[in-house]
């Protein structure tokens, strides 16, 4: 590190310290939460099955902190959760898919324009701090070409409808073949990540696997 990027880290750690996500005391840029959180995380990450049989792994539950975590991170322009949220996922990672390969990490894409309202895809911040923790290049694999309902608004059958010729793969060159992990914020039916993770086999991919930061189930 330069002397210049030094004294930049310094005062940025100054005047802007890590916070825990869920409780915002100030930890160390080197933590995920701070101690007492910590202690109350789920020791067990979670998997199950996206629409389509595609395995989906995630390191929390959303409900409490957690989804108030990735509420903040999403909505208050809170993009500093963004690496210790990204920790967990790790975390997520290494326990369920610790005997897989992957060669690279892409995510769930935005549509252009609420990307440009918003500012930024959280998809995107996970899964790029994600890669950089994790030492695997990332790539943007996929486009949102249509603007369609917030699945939120609706049913589980009527999410699967929503999202229909609604992505597109780019950089095929880079997908063929290749071991890929899909990232996204939150799972809920996996209608979304089913249909991005169809999207990516039919354009060569070896195999995909989806790790988001949190899942929604009844019993959690």
Request: proline share 4%; with cysteine; hydrophobic share 40%.
């Amino acid at each position: 590190m330069t002397s210049l990027k030094k004294f930049l880290h310094f005062w940025a750690v100054a005047f802007f310290p890590s916070r825990c996500p869920y409780c915002n005391r100030v930890i160390d840029d080197s933590e995920c939460a701070c101690k007492r959180c910590r202690k109350q995380i789920p020791e067990f990450c979670w998997k199950t099955y996206a629409a389509g049989g595609y395995i989906c792994a995630a390191a929390l539950p959303y409900k409490d902190a957690y989804s108030k975590a990735i509420h903040k991170l999403k909505f208050k322009n809170r993009t500093d959760l963004a690496k210790p949220l990204a920790m967990q996922i790790v975390r997520a990672v290494k326990e369920l898919y610790g005997d897989l390969h992957f060669d690279l990490v892409t995510c769930v894409p935005m549509h252009p324009a609420v990307k440009r309202q918003r500012g930024f895809n959280q998809a995107e911040l996970l899964a790029r701090k994600l890669a950089k923790l994790m030492h695997l290049p990332y790539c943007d694999l996929l486009k949102k070409i249509k603007n369609n309902q917030t699945q939120h608004l609706l049913t589980a059958k009527e999410r699967i409808i929503n999202v229909q010729n609604v992505f597109q793969s780019i950089h095929t060159d880079m997908i063929c073949g290749k071991h890929v992990l899909l990232v996204d914020d939150v799972c809920t039916t996996g209608s979304t990540l089913s249909e991005c993770c169809r999207i990516l086999q039919n354009s060569g991919a070896a195999s995909v696997c989806c790790i988001t930061a949190a899942l929604v189930r009844e019993e959690i």
